[in-house]
């Protein structure tokens, strides 16, 4: 019931950088894990990265291995604002990007944040070569 609403998409070229903020539509982010999503056409839901928020092991980060090295997520407690930190674009990484409250749950390779609702409103990343 909670919306979050992705912004800071954009077009750049190859290499480039963007950052993307994820932030609730006025209630707390009250679920375990924050997870930024994509989906590009004709591909799947991609989940590309996620933040654990619960009380303990907060701060712990999971991400697509496709992404793993130049996007960071973060959270600001604060303002209540995901972040996602994207470097060294390439033209694979366009989608439409969305935040969604999810469920940690374990995988083979560590762990992934699972959506647990609706997405909220998606931003447009745009990369070109």
């Known amino acids: 019931q909670v919306q979050l609403v992705a912004a800071g998409g954009g077009s750049v070229q190859a290499g480039g950088s963007l950052t993307l903020t994820c932030t609730s539509s006025g209630y707390t982010f009250d679920s375990r894990c924050i997870g930024w999503l994509r989906q590009a056409p004709g591909k799947e839901r991609e989940k590309v990265a996620g933040i654990y928020t619960g009380v303990t092991s907060g701060g712990s980060t999971t991400y697509h291995d496709s992404v793993k090295g130049r996007f960071t997520i973060s959270l600001d407690n604060n303002s209540k604002t995901v972040y996602l930190q994207m470097n060294d674009l390439k033209p694979e990484d366009t989608a439409m990007y969305y935040c969604?409250?999810?469920?940690?749950?374990?995988?083979?390779?560590?762990?992934?944040?699972?959506?647990?609702?609706?997405w909220g409103p998606g931003t447009q990343v745009t990369v070109s070569s």
């Open positions: 969604a409250a999810g469920v940690p749950r374990v995988t083979s390779s560590g762990w992934s944040c699972a959506p647990s609702g609706d």
